[in-house]
């Protein structure tokens, strides 16, 4: 099983980045624990961060013939309909994560373009997401297709 977990803009300042907000975990800090539960599931991970819109399109197009996408596309989420539309169209099975909760800030972070085309999202939970988001979907698509 084979699954690309993207990152978007400003994600690569974890640790830094208000972390009163996203935590004291650096991305690579992330990463490092997702590829340890990834070993231990039997998956294939490969790990990507751009602040750039059209690199994140790519990537999911890239890899339109894997098993399954876990995305945190940071402030593209409120604002992409190229990124939804890349979900939407390459049909890869996807969980959309967020480090904090989306719906307790702002207003404009409330709504998600990549919502309607995901399975469904991990909100909240600092890193914690990302580990959870590899557990769900491996359990789903192992479910899919055992
Ligand atoms: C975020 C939430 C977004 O609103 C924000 O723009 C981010 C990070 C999160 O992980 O909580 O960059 O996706």
Known sequence: MRILVLNGPNLNL????QPEIYGLESLDDIEVLVRNEADRLGVTVE???????DALVDAIQSHRDW?????NAGAYTHTSIAIADAIAAVGVPAIEVHLSNVHA???FRHHSYLSPVVW???VGF???GYVAALRLLHDRLREAAP
């Not at 974890?14 to 980045?17: A, T």
């Not at 790990?47 to 819109?53: F, G, H, K, R």
């Open 126 to 128: 600092g890193y914690r």
């Open 105 to 107: 800030r702002e207003e």
């Open 67 to 71: 098993d399954g996408l876990i995305i």
């Open 14 to 17: 974890l640790g830094h980045r």
């Open 47 to 53: 790990w990507l961060q751009s602040n750039a819109e």
């Open 120 to 122: 469904g999202q991990v």
